[in-house]
């Protein structure tokens, strides 16, 4: 499917259209942007993003003493959120949602792409208590062939998650169609869809391995 096909049959994809998460993207494409900047810029944009991807929890309002009388005022319903990293380029993005909430919990999923096959091989797996009962975010930088958060989401449901919802910078239609196929009730919140894969199933024209150019590896 292509992206408007994609964004016409499912319309729980969000493409954030903010001035600056266009221009910090676009600085994330760049291949002249250091590694020190590239990590400041998908932090900032797990912030801007996250902010759209939670827009919709539930308050509930409190009794509160301001300086000057009591006041019924809103706070968040339930259990702190989770924010879930997909290990380990997801880390720099939960960072940047982790501002919006400090006090959420986080769950790691280790997940390497095997070269060969392409498909995700766990390593690490590490969650908090209550899963069934939180707001789940999961984060990637990427979303290539949708393989990894496929699997990241796969077991989260199995730990009795329902309230899902899935944050990328970059993503391609075969990835989205893939993810939308698996879990058609997972929300998505991307920066950009991009053109498609190579035949390395690489995002073209993507920014690269997210995960070197955040930690300057190769």
């Known amino acids: 499917m292509t ?9 729980d994809i969000f493409v954030i259209k903010h001035p600056f998460v ?13 590694t020190r900047e590239f990590r400041m810029l998908v932090e900032e944009l797990g912030t801007l993003i996250g902010y759209e991807a939670t827009r919709d929890l539930e308050t509930v309002d409190v009794e509160i003493e301001t300086p000057l009388e009591k006041a019924m005022c809103p706070v968040l319903k339930g ?11 997801g880390n720099g993005l939960a960072e940047g949602v982790l501002k919006l909430s400090p006090s959420a919990r986080v769950g790691h999923v280790g997940l390497y792409r095997d070269p060969e096959t392409k498909q995700p091989v766990e ?9 069934n009962e939180r707001t789940i975010i999961v984060v990637d930088p990427m979303l290539a062939t949708g ?8 077991k989260m449901k199995e730990m009795g998650a329902s309230d899902i919802r899935f944050i990328c910078l970059f993503a391609a239609p075969e990835g989205i169609e893939a993810f939308k196929k698996t879990h058609p009730d997972v929300a998505m ?3 950009s869809i991009d053109r498609g894969l190579d035949e390395n199933a690489y995002i073209r024209p993507g920014v690269g391995d997210a995960g070197d150019r955040i930690y300057g590896t190769r």
């Open 22 to 34: 266009k221009h910090k993207l676009t600085s994330l494409r760049d291949k002249n942007t250091s």
């Open 123 to 131: 390593y690490y797996l590490k969650m908090p208590h209550s899963v």
């Open 147 to 154: 393989n990894s958060a496929i699997m990241a989401i796969d």
């Open 3 to 11: 992206r408007d096909e994609l964004l016409k049959a499912y319309n």
């Open 79 to 89: 259990k702190k959120l989770c924010i879930v990293t997909i290990m380990r380029a």
């Open 189 to 191: 919140y991307i920066g």
